[in-house]
């Protein structure tokens, strides 16, 4: 399934103003927000946390890079033009996971 179709499957994301990924100290270390480039982004990245106890783990992450579809390889074959899948590329790896605190519209 490609990345638009996926969207339209997932839960919406339109009561959110943005999402931060935070850290073992509880700072941000990302700001997805809800604006055009990252709207997709934020509803991929809040319906994992939904899934996984708002929590980005190694295995939300892993189905987040399933979700992404086709754009995985061009984020690998590019590294830095997808920060979002860079993202999960390494999360997905490793043995850490991110807290997600939401931020309401």
């Not at 073992?24 to 480039?37: C, M, R, S, Y």
């Amino acid at each position: 399934m490609n990345f638009a179709d996926r969207l339209t499957q997932l839960p919406s994301a339109s009561h959110l103003a943005a999402l931060h990924l935070l850290g073992a100290d509880g700072q941000a270390l990302a700001t997805l927000e809800n604006k055009p480039g990252q709207a997709g982004s934020l509803a991929v990245y809040a319906a994992l946390a939904a899934l996984y106890g708002g929590r980005i783990t190694p295995a939300a992450a892993s189905l987040g890079l399933e979700w992404y579809g086709e754009h995985v390889a061009d984020a690998q074959a590019f590294p830095g033009k997808h920060p979002n899948i860079d993202r999960l590329l390494a999360w997905a790896g490793g043995i850490e996971s991110f807290a997600v605190r939401t931020v309401a519209a």
